[in-house]
């Protein structure tokens, strides 16, 4: 079946520090990926997607390339915030029934000042 | 945009008794919502898919008698969780996927953080 996997956290870095999240996928044909944020005690939101190989997703700063060859999608920001301090979960939305979507195991992001 | 509202945020209930959590979709008909489950530094699990007007789909391991899922409504789902006990303590988030939109579109609910003693 479909499966996510990311590297384990929790990250911490410095203030305008360089951040790479590596997430690598296992899916059948041509799944769309996602990377969401949860904020603490809140929900996740979306913070940015592609829908197939070589799109860049972006947004805020942060940004992710489809890689079908490799089947990744690494998230990455060149200078992190306090702000950006989170959880980031890695997701794919394959060609399983209900088309739901599975999620990697979360990195916990932790930026200090 | 699509915001699904999910209630309540928090809630701390006695072991035996009888949890009900709503997700309601605003201004946007959700006509399959996926119930997740989050444990304390981990990801989150599929407990269950529901489709209005249908019988839920609930994922290995999960026990339907316990986890009382309902989507009489395209603007309502709700999940109960029957006698709880403390091993249920968790958090659970509802998402929706966008009707009539491509097949990437979910929306997710803010969660709800059950505690039970």
């Known amino acids: 079946g479909d499966s996510v996997t990311q590297m384990e956290g929790p990250v911490t870095l410095s203030e305008e520090a360089f951040l790479t999240i590596n997430c690598t996928y296992t899916a059948t044909g041509y799944p769309s990926l996602f990377w969401y944020v949860q904020y603490p005690g809140e929900g996740l939101q979306l913070l940015l997607k592609a829908t197939k190989a070589d799109d860049k997703g972006s947004n805020k700063g942060f940004e992710a390339t489809y890689r079908k060859e490799t089947t990744s999608f690494h998230l990455e920001k060149g200078s992190v915030q306090v702000s950006d301090s989170a959880v980031y979960f890695c997701?794919?939305?394959?060609?399983?029934?209900?088309?739901?979507?599975?999620f990697g195991g979360g990195t916990r992001l932790m930026v200090k000042p | 945009g699509a915001v699904v509202s999910q209630h309540p945020s928090r809630v701390i209930c006695k072991s035996g008794t009888s949890v009900k959590i709503e997700c309601r979709s605003l201004?946007?008909?959700?006509?399959?919502m996926f119930w997740y489950r989050q444990f304390p530094k981990q990801s989150l699990m599929l407990m269950a898919t529901s489709n209005e007007g249908s019988k839920a789909t609930y994922e290995q391991g999960v026990e339907k008698d316990k986890f009382l899922i309902n989507h009489a409504s395209l603007t309502l789902s709700t999940l109960t969780v029957a006698s709880a006990h403390p091993e249920d303590s968790s958090f659970y988030i509802c998402?929706?996927?966008?009707?009539?939109?491509?097949?990437?579109?979910?929306?997710f609910g803010s969660g709800t953080r059950l505690t039970v003693v």
């Open positions: 201004d946007f008909q959700a006509t399959t």
């Open positions: 998402s929706a996927r966008l009707s009539g939109r491509d097949r990437d579109g979910y929306t």
């Open positions: 997701a794919l939305s394959g060609n399983n029934a209900g088309n739901m979507l599975t």
